[in-house]
C-alpha cells in the first residue's frame, strides 16, 4: 500500500479539540489463505493537530487495497501506522467491520493517543 498517495491540508482550528469521522462502507481486500474477496467498513476517528487528512487522497490509498492478500488485524494496524506517521493527530482510532463469510463475522480497533 502506497502512503505516499495520502494527502493533508493544514489544520484551520489547531488550537481546538474537535472529532473528525470518517467511513468507508465499500473497503475490499483479498483473504491471503482463499483468495476470496473480503468486504468492511472502515472507520476512522481523530483528533488532529496541524494537519487534516485530504479525502480524495484516501479514498485512493484505500482502493491499493483491493488486490491486496492481507487480513483484517494487518489491515486495521497498517491504516493507523500510516494514519499517525502522516497526520501526527492528537487522538485516531481505526475500527474494520468485516461482513460476514461462512456465517462469521468480526471487528477489529486500533487506538492511538499522543503522548505529552
Not at 20 to 32: K, L
Not at 96 to 115: D, F, H, P
Amino acid at each position: 500500500m502506497k502512503k505516499d498517495l495520502l494527502e493533508l491540508f493544514d489544520n484551520s482550528f489547531p488550537d481546538r479539540d474537535y472529532t473528525i469521522e470518517i467511513v468507508n462502507a465499500e473497503f475490499t481486500s483479498v483473504c491471503p489463505k482463499t483468495g476470496l474477496p473480503d468486504f468492511g467498513t472502515i472507520t476512522i476517528r481523530y483528533v488532529p493537530d496541524k494537519s487534516c487528512i485530504e479525502l480524495k487522497s484516501l479514498k485512493y490509498y484505500f482502493l491499493e487495497f483491493r488486490n491486496a492478500g492481507i487480513f483484517y488485524e494487518n489491515i486495521t494496524n497498517r491504516i493507523l501506522d500510516d494514519l499517525v506517521t502522516l497526520l501526527q493527530p492528537r487522538s485516531l482510532s481505526v475500527i474494520t467491520e468485516w461482513r460476514a463469510r461462512g456465517g462469521i463475522t468480526e471487528t477489529v480497533s486500533v487506538n492511538y493517543s499522543q503522548t505529552l
